[in-house]
């Protein structure tokens, strides 16, 4: 069991914990001996481990992307804390528990999933109701929902981030169409439940979070036509034009071809959850931002969206004295 | 005063009413006689004159964009409703109320403007407060804003479109704080009701919607930059770097430089009024929509958005007998 | 039975054919009486027809859309034939042979299907022959691949066209892999015949060419991707690696994201199938194109492609005399 | 007063000067010892300098952006020239002058502002006088504009190199509508005058020349037109469609949304105004660019224009001996 | 010859000249009589012609593009001027002057080229002059060059209007090359006057100004690449450099791909010639459009700028009384 | 005479062998010496060489992109293997083989060339045929042709690559035709055989292969134009119109204006040329990436398209056992 992470190793310290190798490189010292320096990573953050001890000998046991158990020292370095490590050896990862090497979002999983159930449960519509619950009764799919991350690195990049994701737009979908007449509810429910859960198939999530071959050959949203397509085959006298609304909604959610949807949004609820799920992303994003240094009024460079962000001197909205 | 409106005329009805002459044509019939064509327009819809006696001298009485007094008789002509006119005349504009020839939204202004008060008086930065009281406090503005139409076409295209738009903005802004921590919502609010407010001056509507030569050469967004700055210029002690925040929602509220913005939405309040104002705009546009045609399942295509809208049969979500 | 076409009316002959209405108008005559004009299509093209006596009468027996019977007399008007009815009445669409009233191609659908099937059946890797035999196998799909179009306008935009194309693609792919190595000619084989087969539900095709409402709010890719994973889930052993690959020659095939793919081709056989597909829709919409005038060395416009193409003088690869 | 600088220093000289700290870096090395790397400049360039002793301790005395000075020896590492520093302290920096440290247009600003003054007092409409009177007699701005970059890197990024750029355009101005017919060269030369005025907020230029917060969400344009907007409201009778001119010409002169203009060049001499300001910058652009490597006849990459630019041999014109 | 011209035809004029046919259209009257509709050309404008009597008699004599002698009344129909024809044949083209038939520009070309060769003639690189000289012995270019029109629709779209550009941007380089150092100027001028020289074949502008065949499919900027390489070939000892840079002017005076240059400007010369190139086109582009409507302070639309341009109310820059 | 390569230099081996020096930088040890850090490279890999001792020395006897003669020995360093340089001397350029230092296709350039002129003299029209004879008649355009690369990076970036390329789409049209009816073979294979042949001026290729002054000014597309136009004027009695179709090939193969064609392909010739040379260039590209790393997949990046590419498990296709 994984007890020491690497936010909080401190100089000098004596180290014994177990970490993800996330690379693996030999050099060899003027001296001519061999030595290894590793990158250990686990939920917490990245340290640098030197082993300039029977570097050809442990090397050989262990490999990229094992789990290692390591022994050494933490020593400062060029004002950066690494290990001289004196043991590293592969640990079985059947022991290792996935939340520990990976980030994890703030809220429980059971408490989400819990309320994105009761939500869902107020659709009136009988059959939109059924889908709802032919999900919630795919234990394995359920198991799923609740570890996988929004995305790589976009937004909710983190274990359970999806989820997350999912119940705070669901959470806006109530309020907003509030402010209107006219909007199919239910219809939007749905949307907001089933808009990203393809990908559950999309990333992988045990060691670090990466595109499945599957993720990157089809995408989370045709995976999601067909697991959608799957479910509703099997539940009886489904009408088919509510079918097709609901499978637009999926297909048009990114909202512009250039982002993948092959279709643009064409009903008003397409437009309405293409719309919320960008503001729901891009809320969550910006917010999680750095700062560009210690003390900027500027976030760090936020790629996807060419910019950074002024967060201003926090005195901005203040009564003057 | 208006009694009579064109959507009211049927076949073989004796017609007396105020118009707006929208084009007049001259034209010579076969046999060697002229006749005038003229557009006749007011709020609820245009119909076709054809004055084939007296042409010559009825048409030198007045010009296109004249209100004319029409007296003559409805008849049908390849399956539409037309006027055959008998007299015709200028009549003098100060009679005319503006709001009988301009389509009128649906809401009350006085009732709006008093909401939209009573939301942005409960804005608590003393200086956001300071700059809507100041607005308020402008008459001339106050009543242009109630009659400002939301746009030439695209959305909320009628007499106090601006006002029910930026109404509709504010309770949106208000609902969707409530589901995030960390948003300022006295500069969203602040943003809301000035985002748009260089509309005033950007359409000129006491005829028919459209853009004024400062509007075509300058846009609403800078000219509300020249209006919020001498506002702020006046109020003693506003905080630079909060005019610069009230500031910086105006010139980026279009979200991107092919519409129009000079700079991108830098802040978390910025990019939250973007999304938002463009969802609103949105709903309004799309179910104003008609019908391709009666009865059928899709809206007339939508020029700027590019496509139709699916409505569907109206049994979508019906639950099953 | 029809018996009349479009094409072979000639001035001053008597009519008596089965004709689908594409468009009626109810006109007034400066005489104050009714009158109807018609366009009236079957497969090899359109004519005005004009009803002047019994225009109320006769019009409220059909619609727009109905197939009817007319009769009456051909006449030339402003350089054109047009027919002058005497009567018109609607058919009962029961009795109509769909063949008759649209754009079929010159090939044989039974001989193209036989073809396909038997290029297909050359297929070594038995999981993907399973594939194409479970297509086979579906008689409600082989019926609909016989009639449906190509497109609406594009490509092959006539019934059996999506054969022709797919027939065509397939030797095509044929003849291409034999100048290269390391092509997996199984796998484009699959691709050639699946990739548009969607169409056969994206349009409708019983009275004129047009997209269904699935069609508009899924698009063929889509469907085609519903209809394999169905077929799949039903072939036992099916190797996952496998499906993935053939279903990403369907979501990739159109190339790139502005042409509603979301994924782009990331398989040597994905970027051969785009590139293939591309070319044999190309010469044939080029082949297809009318003249510009008659005598010209251009075509007509055409507006996907945006420009006319050069047919030249007809003599320029002659050899001087 | 600063006597050395970074060009000037050669190998083994002992330095004694005044620069600023671009950055400042701590390390280790292998003996276990601490020691600075630093980037010094000033407006002749950059050099290393390397604390080896006493690093700590130093170290505390000064930070990244201080003005300091600096004692050691040249050295020669690795081809370059490096200081071993002996002793570095800050220096306050009221006693610095900025034109040391900052890159300087080679031209006299007082000159060049004198220039400048003689050209817009030839403009004969009163209004447009009054203007360039009512910015001439702001000292402040005078200032500013004496001191002033033309760019952080694009073109003119020096001090005072947006006077430099002024003056040329008006100069250029002046040729041009000699050329021409019917262009309104007041308003051209007052264009041309305040185009990039705003560019004095935009930037600071006291260390480095960088973007204001200012500048970074409002930007230049928007700038001055509140500058432009505030001098016209104060001038008497202003006409208000030229100040509409005016003020088309400064938010206009991007010539293009997607180069941050919120609207297109809608006048004659507007457009006029873009094409000569864009010609000027590219022409100080492209003859101040380095070469690629000694004695090519390429220039450096430009990254804004996407190039390099072709100088040749240098004999390209000459005549045959 | 010709004496009559269609911008003097006024109503009840006895008509007879020589006209070129633009369109000619086959109608029935009611009473079912043929008539022939003719939409006649000059230089002067376009006046439409109805043949009432001995239509189908008359229409046999000419086709569309012949010229024509018409004989026949003036009339006011429909608030326009039409000839009611009694008589029309067609005239020997050889007797025609094809100036009387297009616009022309107001400049003469006689005059216009000597003014270029003298500008030309100050070249003092001896290779580029020996090109310029090959150009002007060239007697069959000469005579195109002074016909040829500067475009079909953008701008100097009439005969001449080549000449008129070529020597308005001659003039306007040796301009703004005085405002600069280090420009090569006779490199300048050369490139002035050979960039749009391919436009003599890629125009017809014999009846109508047209693409030829040519024009459309290898473009000016192609054909003069050839037409210059001959020339060079001829000239003994022509720099092999300076023939690349007198090409690079020529291939990418477009500035951009989109606008079909192959290259982008890499020389200074290159992106100067491309700048005032466009800018000399704009500004006659401008200056000719008409208004909107009569009195309008605005322009037409332009097509490929994608703009009215506003001319204001012509009182912009007046001084108050 | 090249006897050593460096893909075959093994740990601790003694080296003596041509090379060329494609980068040279003097560094300064921490002892205060000199020393030489060198890439050595040649057609089959590159390899650094150190020299320690007498680097000043020896380092005034060559330069970069000199051919040497290296002795010395093979060390492993930081797990590769590198040269400890004892002596290092400038070669006489004539007494290389460029062959030695460049990547070389695997096919022999006389036998593509023979083949190439086996298939082009199956032509059929005189005019296209004696336009080949005329190519292969000039000798240096032949020796060029046998070396020249197909790019500097994107596809068939080796020597004789170009001529890999030609033949391989030669071929490529004439399976391709065989399946269409109505195609212009001759032009076709004409333009497959000309439509890069400027590549030979575009690139130099003794040492590296690289960009010509020419290549990058003008392009290949330009230069290829001026030599079949110098071909052509040479041909008696050549058709007009034919010559322009061969050079419209030329000119639109890239097929896009952004790709750098100055028009689009504008016949069905010139639209099938650019679809099947794209298609050639992608798939030689495509199965020559490497792995993205050793056992992946998916192959490395690829820039010019923007992805990589899936290859899949190697077991894709494979029967269940």
Redesign the interface.
Known sequence: MKTLYVADIRENQLVDGLFLVATK????SRGGNSYLTLKLIDRSGEIEGRVWERADDLGRGFERNDFVRVRGQAT????KIQIRVQDVARVDGSKIVAADFLPQGVFDPDAMLAEVQTILRGIK????LALAEACFADEALMQLLKCAPGAKTIHHPYLSGLLEHSL?LL??IL??V???R???V??LLIGGFLHDIGKVYEFSFDRAIDYT??G????H??ME??LV??KI?MIP?F?A??A??V??LL?SHHGA????????P???EA??LH??D??DG??QA??SLPEREPGS?WTAFHRAY????????G??????K
């Open positions: 490189n030999q050099g060899v400062l370095y060029q004002g519509n009988p059959h939109l705070s959470k806006l309020k907003v509030d402010n209107y006219g909007i199919d239910d219809l071959d599957a990157q050959l089809l995408g949203l045709i036509v067909e397509t799957r085959d006298e009408p034009e509510l097709l609304l499978k637009h297909v071809y250039e982002f993948g949807s092959p279709k643009l064409q009903t008003l437009v309405i719309s919320l960008d503001l891009k809320i910006i917010q009024k060419g910019r950074s962000f002024y967060r201003g001197s005195e901005k909205t203040e009564t003057e």
